[in-house]
């Protein structure tokens, strides 16, 4: 597709269980971020993708957090042992870094809504 | 931190300019300033983003000070769909993850 692509779409799931969520980023992107929406609240930067770098994993909330990238495209979060907190939309972008080292435009999925209950 | 200080909220009325007034004062002479929105239950929008001359696009405008401390995004005539949240970032070169503050929510009516 043209877009970024993530699934599931919704999610509900018990407390502790684990949970993946996928995105499909822009063919030929190279940056990948995840964050998180909580309701009625802001985007909450997770983690960040860029190239062959290491991540930047500053913004998981706790080691029940992960998320790897896969040769460079498809990227994975996986969340164990769920909490009730964990409860939000979980959002995809994806940009081309640009030659001039700018960051380009980041184009953001449907977001995975997860439930916890 | 997300280094910019953005009103909470604003009202324009449909058809007026909206300025999106932001404060980012520790800027740093590489940091380029970026625009996004986001429209109730939708991903973010990226706007416009700029590094010192005031830019023009499709969507809106920003006007970046002299010394870089503040910036205005304008939209020229405000429709109802531009009610959003609008976030304004700043962020140095490539490499580093683009983080969303709290943002301005903008009301536009009719």
């Known amino acids: 597709g043209a877009g970024v692509s993530q699934s599931p779409s919704n999610k509900v799931t018990e407390k502790g269980k684990d949970v993946e969520l996928r995105c499909d980023p822009i063919?030929?992107?190279?940056?990948l971020y995840w964050y998180r929406q909580s309701l009625g609240q802001g985007l909450e930067f997770l983690i960040y993708f860029q190239g062959n770098s290491a991540p930047d994993k500053s913004g998981l909330p706790s080691d029940r957090f992960s998320a790897e990238r896969t040769g460079g495209s498809v990227s994975t979060l996986t969340i164990q042992r769920t909490q009730q907190e964990d409860s939000a939309v979980y959002l995809c972008?994806?940009?081309?870094?640009?030659?001039?080292?700018?960051?380009?435009?980041?184009?953001f999925g449907e977001g995975s809504r997860l439930t916890v209950l | 931190d997300a280094k910019t200080t953005q009103p909470t909220s604003m009202d324009c009325a449909e058809g007026r300019a909206a300025n999106l007034p932001c404060n980012h004062s520790t800027i740093s002479g590489n940091e380029y300033v970026y625009w996004y929105r986001q429209i109730h239950s939708q991903g973010p929008q990226y706007i416009i983003h700029?590094?010192?001359n005031n830019e023009t696009n499709e969507m809106a405008s920003l006007i970046i000070t002299e010394d870089r401390k503040s910036s205005t995004l304008i939209l020229p005539h405000a429709t109802l769909r531009d009610t959003a949240v609008y976030y304004c970032?700043?962020?140095?070169?490539?490499?580093?993850?683009?983080?969303f503050g709290k943002g301005t929510t903008l009301s536009v009516s009719s």
């Open positions: 972008a994806s940009s081309l870094e640009e030659l001039a080292g700018v960051t380009g435009e980041l184009f």
């Open positions: 063919s030929g992107h190279t940056a």
């Open positions: 700029g590094l010192k």
């Open positions: 970032i700043v962020l140095a070169q490539a490499g580093t993850a683009l983080i």
